[in-house]
């Protein structure tokens, strides 16, 4: 027979049952929306005793087994979290406005989660030509002030004016 676990209250059933008892129990807990500490901690209390990092490992297992990581879950998972970070900030915001440094740097925190979970986070994709610029608000008169300035200075140096070229209009 195989391996025998023995739970709390005292009865020994074969270790792969017991097993799938505990994987289907995490993937229920998951799909309440349960994170994994709170997944462990809940699994503790019923006699199994695991990790929260095991957890996150034997969720990505059954979905991967199974196949129920579909896009439209990944959405509404995506989402899910999205809105418990948002609840999270609202409720830091009383201490945040109190000054509180602990408080500012875990909302510093969530938000950086929220960004990478909504994508933001990520550096914009560069352009075809590889080429990057950029965009800051010129004064008009400031420009055609340094234009002038850089006429003069290349026309004050013999045989350079022909060949600096011509600079834009200013906007």
Known sequence: MGELLNLRDGYH???KLARAERNRRI??????GHRPRA???TLAREGHLIAPSH???VLRKLLAETGEMTKERAEELREMDLARL?????KLAPMIEEGRLTAMDRAIKIIQQRARLAGIDKAPPEREGGDTYNIFAVDPQALADAEEAYKRRVDAVPGT???VPELPPAP
């Open 13 to 15: 059933v074969p270790a």
């Open 27 to 32: 993937l229920e807990l998951s799909i309440e």
């Open 39 to 41: 997944i462990a901690e």
């Open 55 to 57: 957890v996150s490992n």
């Open 86 to 90: 948002d609840a999270m900030l609202v």
């Open 161 to 163: 004016a022909e060949e």
